[in-house]
């Protein structure tokens, strides 16, 4: 029996409180060098999101349980939560649709074309990749069996940034043994990054109005839910620093990505000219 104590740094989990059918979690190894920066979870036990460092490199991982029948706001949420993201995004999960009606189902696909339709075009405009499917495009592999239907599908997903795509090492779906859903897995190419210890802030955001207001709502936030008079003022400031910095890194690294992927569209179209 495997004992995850001894392999477990940190648990980060998301359960449904009036059930056991929903539930989502991260563990972190303890042979990891990992600095934790921030967590987002839901409350209904669909996804949890964790945000650090690992060997000095940004990554955010998000795992996500799609509950059968869900609408296309709830994958639309994810998507967000991908772009609104630091450093490499990692999101995977049973999703329970088959973006490939042919080769994603031993049988026929009874699932909404419409949805479908909407996620894959959210993925293409976002830049984001299916990844076991951008390493095998022809190949038929599955990761759930479903008794009532005697038949299989690939619903269980990695997904990522295409500008991330060279970092892709492997993806293997496993045998379906003791679960009606296989194992999937994923290998990057991950490099020790030197950490810089000074950080500074890129004022050039602050001459963006809406930037500037959005971060005197979240100061205004944390004062009011943190401002009890318990608290000391140096240790208050400290805190408030602290989160301030996350949520610019968080504003930033936006802002760059949607950059990227500019540069990434405009590049795409120059070669079909």
């Not at 190894?29 to 409350?43: F, M, P, Q, R, W």
């Not at 240790?235 to 540069?263: E, H, P």
Request: glycine fraction near 6%.
């Amino acid at each position: 029996m495997l004992n995850l104590k001894k392999w477990v740094l940190d648990v980060y989990s998301s359960s449904y409180k009036l059930g056991h059918r929903r539930g989502v979690a991260i563990l972190i190894s303890s042979g990891l060098n990992y600095e934790h920066i921030a967590e987002t979870k839901d409350v209904s036990g669909r996804y949890v999101k964790v945000t650090g460092r690992i060997e000095g490199n940004e990554i955010t991982l998000l795992n996500v349980y799609a509950p059968p029948r869900s609408e296309w706001l709830f994958y639309r949420q994810i998507f967000d939560l991908m772009v609104n993201s630091q450093g490499v995004v990692i999101c995977g999960g049973d999703f329970n649709i088959r973006l490939n009606s042919l080769l994603d189902s031993s049988g026929t696909s009874t699932h909404c074309i419409p949805l479908i339709r909407k996620v894959k075009s959210q993925m293409k405009e976002l830049g984001i990749i299916d990844v076991w499917r951008e390493l095998y495009p022809t190949s038929r592999e599955y990761t759930h069996y479903s008794s009532p239907h005697s038949s299989y599908s690939r619903i269980d997903y990695f997904f990522m940034f295409s500008i991330d795509r060279f970092k892709i090492k492997e993806c293997d779906i496993a045998t379906i043994d003791l679960s009606d859903h296989s194992l999937i897995s994923m290998t990057l190419k991950w490099e020790r990054k030197i950490r810089k210890t000074l950080w500074r802030l890129n004022s050039n955001i602050l001459n963006n109005p809406n930037i500037v207001q959005r971060l005197k709502g979240d100061i205004k936030e944390f004062i009011n839910l943190n401002d009890n008079g318990e608290v000391s003022p140096g240790i208050l400031w400290d805190t408030l620093k602290a989160v301030m910095r996350g949520k610019i890194i968080s504003i930033t690294s936006y802002i760059k990505r949607l950059k990227m992927q500019k540069l990434e569209d405009l590049q795409r179209r120059l070669k079909q000219l």
